[in-house]
């Protein structure tokens, strides 16, 4: 009896991610604006030997080569922050809540944790070296670790960096993290490398090319950068 009702218990968590996955897009009424209301995910001040901000949210040049691949369900947008630093580094959470996944089916292998925040928030930290020991249910504040920094590719010399999203409660929505972690972005901007910075449409070429002002994300919707007139161009074509 016991092992049915375990067995119960798992598949009902199953399917509240699944749901999750696929839940309505949550409104502007039911999501907490931003106000600064988050912190980093790592401590300590950034640096060529400890973190450093690497690719930007939004419509970068990156993304803007994978935008019908990589980023197809994303509508060509880099939906998230990466942070460059070594495998390893300690990464915490950017605010209160409660961990709704552990390896869930969000992407940014290999390993992932979804912690939900007040205000139907929600961040996710990807690309994790290893599965976090963090459990589903448990509560974690502000500054806690909740696993290590790892590598998109699996072999902390490719890569490594951590992917940070913040999205609603339902994974349909994705904004941008800019105003919601309190920060000082003019001095990362000039640590990091968002000088990487933006593909432009010549068309309206102020458009989406300062950090603050990338657009939100919808899950598979339109492909939000689909330039007739894009700059610089794409070697090999975009894909």
């Known amino acids: 009896m016991n092992f049915r009702l375990l067995g119960a218990g798992a598949a009902l968590g199953c399917c509240a991610v699944a749901l999750a996955h696929y839940a309505p897009a949550l409104p502007d009424s039911a999501i907490a604006p931003p106000s600064g209301q988050f912190g980093l995910p790592f401590a300590g001040a950034p640096g060529p030997d400890t973190w450093l901000l690497g690719q930007g949210y939004g419509n970068t040049t990156g993304a803007y080569r994978q935008r019908r691949s990589t980023y197809g369900n994303l509508q060509g947008v880099h939906a998230g922050l990466d942070f460059s630093a070594p495998c390893g580094t300690p990464v915490r959470a950017i605010g209160d809540g409660t ?50 920094s790892g590598d998109s590719q699996g072999t902390c010399v490719s890569a490594p960096h951590l992917h940070l999203e ?74």
Do not use: C, M
């Open 166 to 239: 913040l999205r609603d409660r339902s994974h349909q929505r994705f904004f941008n993290p800019l105003p919601y972690l309190r920060a000082d972005w003019d001095s990362l901007a000039l640590a990091g490398s968002f000088g990487r910075g933006y593909q432009y449409d010549l068309s309206a070429p102020r458009r989406w090319q300062t950090p603050e002002s990338q657009p939100e994300v919808r899950r598979g919707g339109a492909l939000l950068n689909e330039f007739a007139r894009p700059w610089p161009p794409s070697p090999g074509g975009a894909r």
């Open 99 to 148: 961990v709704a996944e552990v390896d869930g089916p969000h992407g940014s292998p290999p390993h992932n944790v979804v912690v939900d925040h007040a205000g139907n928030l929600s961040s996710l930290y990807g690309h994790l070296r290893v599965r976090s020991s963090v459990r589903v249910g448990q509560k974690v504040k502000r500054g806690d670790v909740i696993g290590q």
